[in-house]
């Protein structure tokens, strides 16, 4: 059976993030995409210009008609920017009982414009993170939501991946992509004591846009079709490392491009 994915999340008009890169990676490896928007975002690959907020209760509305209609195998949470919102998925995750939650903490544009309000980080901290399946921050969102220095080494990424996942999550997935070296290595932290380091050779491009929103949308593709969260990671690691491979191919915006999310079907 196909899954059905939900994505939560705001827009991207260039198509390299939020929800547009959600439906890509979904459609990509194999799931029927559905989804919720929570912000109109005035965005493209050289930064973000204007944010609107869809009002919480259109937020709730939008969850409501769904769910009550289309059954969901898997969700992926992106950019939530303000409390208010935090609290409508939360409590549509309660009530609908969704599972294989995967929440990217979209906190700050990979061009550097904030994408969450200030005042909601504790909402995402208390409120959302507690009721994830996974986690998947890189190291700048990871020391945001700790509020203290980026880590600069595997120990310090070691040391912050064990308080994330003090905070509740099921899952903790730190990305250490801001780390130099030729290879990119991440952490994956479960509840249970699991430690699994999980490394790819760093690609050499600077198209790189939505690289969050795609491995974490991969990741809630996969878990319905793949016997552990190990493996569904490890799968969509794989899979951003070849969009990333062949992302040059694309020629989009003059800023930091798109990965390639359909490397494998489009050829050359």
């Avoid at 994830?132 to 040391?159: F, H, S, V």
């Avoid at 790819?200 to 949308?217: F, I, K």
């Avoid at 969509?236 to 930091?256: N, P, Q, S, V, W």
Wanted: net charge negative.
């Amino acid at each position: 059976m196909i899954p059905t994915i939900l994505s939560i999340a705001g827009t991207d008009p260039s198509g390299g993030a939020g929800i547009q890169a959600d439906l890509k990676a979904f459609s990509a490896l194999g799931g029927y995409g559905t989804t919720v928007i929570t912000a109109l975002v005035a965005q493209t690959t050289t930064g973000v210009s204007e944010v609107h907020d869809v009002p919480p209760e259109f937020v709730r509305s939008q969850l409501d008609t769904l769910l009550t209609d289309v059954r969901v195998d898997a969700v992926k949470i992106g950019m939530l920017s303000s409390t208010e919102i935090i609290e409508v998925v939360a409590a549509a995750i309660d009530t609908y009982r969704l599972p294989n939650v995967v929440v990217d903490p979209v906190m700050v544009a990979k061009s550097g414009d904030r994408l969450l309000a200030a005042d909601a980080v504790e909402a995402l901290r208390t409120v959302l993170l507690p009721r994830a399946d996974l986690i998947t921050p890189n190291l700048p969102e990871a020391a945001d939501l700790l509020g203290e220095e980026e880590a600069t080494d595997l120990d310090r990424m070691r040391d912050q991946a064990e308080r994330l996942l003090a905070l509740g999550p099921r899952r903790v997935l730190l990305k250490g992509g801001h780390l130099s070296g030729p290879t990119s290595t991440d952490l994956l932290l479960s509840a249970d004591g699991d430690v699994e380091t999980l490394t790819a050779d760093r690609v050499n491009t600077t198209n790189t846009h939505g690289t969050g929103c795609t491995l974490s949308s991969a990741i809630a593709t996969l878990r319905p079709q793949r016997p552990t969260w190990s493996q569904a990671v490890r799968d969509a690691k794989d899979y951003l490392t070849e969009a990333l491979r062949h992302a040059d191919k694309l020629d989009i915006g003059k800023g930091k491009g798109p990965v390639h999310h359909f490397h494998a079907w489009w050829g050359n």
